[in-house]
Each structure stands twice: as structure tokens, then as C-alpha cells.
């Protein structure tokens, strides 16, 4: 998985989208990622680059086209959250916060986009604790999770993003 995950990564992240965590099945094994083109992240910010960039030919078209932006998407947990009690999820996004603030220090990102508004407390804290002093934009979007509504919500809300910020 490292390896998939480093190839996407650009030589200088300019712009990091940071998420909750990956997919996990229940024995453990990833089964959902970003990277993997297989997720509601996936498809809601690709969807969103093509507001602004036009249509890309596949998936990979994309990913190649994110990472020569200098993007990249990391989480705030590289392990798997219990999603399912409400203690036990913020206790494990708390938990997730060093190892951020570890990879923040070697991303030195201009732009972070937190893509879930319930986790841009730790990724504050991630920021302050790694010590970095590149990042000139932090901004949260609400997940694109429970109804269509959020979904397209969370796409408008990218694309303003990427049309605002000057990255190409």
C-alpha cells in the first residue's frame, strides 16, 4: 500500500486533502481508498476538478493530472476508526494526531483542504504541534456522506476552493 501511496505523492505538496481515515473491511484488510479510485472521496473530488478542469479520460488520467497539481489526500489516521461509537472515534482521531503532525513536517503543504468539518480540530492541532510555516489556507468542507444534497454541496464546495486558489 505504501507504494501505491508514494507514487501519487508529487515531489512538493502544494495542496494536501487530509480525511478521516481509509476503508477497512472488518478483518482488517483495506478495501476503500482515495488512491484505490474506489470511494465516495474519489468520486466527489474528481467529479469536482472536472467543474473546473474539464473531463479527464479515466481515473488514473485524474490521478496523474492531482499529483502534477501537487496535490495529494493523507488522513488523519492511517488505522482503521471505529465509526460505530462516538467516544471511541474521537479517542482514535486524537490518537492519529502525532503521526499527522510527523508527515505535515515532511509535506510542508502551502494549502490544506480538511475534507470532514467533525476532524479540523485535530488537523489544527496536527499543524501546531508539526511547527511547519508553509501553509498560507487551511480550510474544512462538511463530508459528502447522508443524502445527495451534502454530496453535491461538497462538490460545489471543492471546486469554489480549487477556482479560488491558484495551484496550476
Known amino acids: 500500500m505504501n507504494a501505491i501511496l508514494e507514487s501519487y505523492k508529487p515531489k512538493n505538496v502544494r495542496m494536501l486533502f487530509i480525511a478521516e481515515a481509509p476503508g477497512f473491511n472488518s478483518s482488517g484488510d483495506l478495501i476503500q481508498h482515495f488512491y484505490f479510485a474506489n470511494n465516495n472521496l474519489f468520486r466527489t473530488i474528481f467529479t469536482a476538478f ?61 494549502i490544506i483542504i480538511v475534507l470532514m468539518k467533525d476532524i479540523q480540530k485535530q488537523v489544527v492541532e496536527t499543524l501546531e504541534i508539526s511547527g511547519i510555516d508553509t501553509v498560507r489556507l487551511l480550510e474544512a468542507v462538511p463530508y459528502p456522506a447522508g443524502s445527495d444534497t451534502n454530496r453535491k454541496n461538497y462538490i460545489a464546495e471543492i471546486a469554489s476552493l480549487l477556482r479560488d486558489i491558484e495551484i496550476n
Open 50 to 110: 472536472e467543474l473546473v478542469y474539464g473531463s479527464f479520460d479515466s481515473a488514473q488520467a485524474f490521478l496523474f493530472f492531482f499529483k502534477s497539481l501537487g496535490c495529494y489526500l493523507d488522513h488523519l489516521s492511517l488505522v482503521a476508526i471505529n465509526r460505530s461509537d462516538k467516544e471511541e472515534r474521537k479517542a482514535g482521531r486524537q490518537k492519529a494526531v502525532p503521526s499527522l503532525a510527523a508527515r505535515l513536517k515532511s509535506y510542508k503543504p502551502e
